[in-house]
Nanobody, 126 residues
Framework: QVQLVESGGGLVQPGGSLRLSCAVS????????IGWFRQAPGKEREGVSC????????YTADSVKGRFTISRDNAKNMVYLQMNSLKPEDTAVYYC???????????????????WGQGTQVTVSS
């Protein structure tokens, strides 16, 4: 059973930064993609930034491009999301997820992912 545990969320002022962490454990461990998603109240879950293991390509939503960066530490089985220049519209629960499907068509679609963490709340407000 795969387990994903997110941490690092909190309350931050507009323009501030946060770094989210996701610890991945369990089996199977050879996922094809890993990514960050978010869901605001009353809205559908959306992909923020995702990483394809097979070719090393990163996919990032236009709404966060240039502000958010996904990174991965294989040795520690960790994935991070560095969030800079945060805006109130970034407020949401942020989730980490892994996909075990080869050849994803839409890396930023939550429907392509199999295992999920419990989420961590990010609130951007003055």
């Amino acid at each position: 059973q795969v387990q994903l545990v997110e941490s690092g969320g909190g309350l931050v002022q507009p323009g501030g930064s946060l770094r989210l962490s996701c610890a991945v454990s369990g089996s199977p461990s050879d996922y094809y993609a890993i990514g960050w998603f978010r869901q605001a109240p009353g809205k559908e879950r959306e992909g923020v930034s995702c990483y394809s293991v097979s070719d090393g390509i990163t996919y990032t939503a236009d709404s966060v491009k240039g502000r958010f960066t996904i990174s991965r530490d294989n040795a520690k089985n960790m994935v991070y999301l560095q969030m800079n220049s945060l805006k109130p519209e970034d407020t949401a629960v942020y989730y980490c997820a892994t996909s075990y499907r080869f050849g994803l068509e839409h890396y930023l679609s939550y429907k392509e992912y199999d295992y999920w963490g419990q989420g961590t709340q990010v609130t951007v407000s003055s």
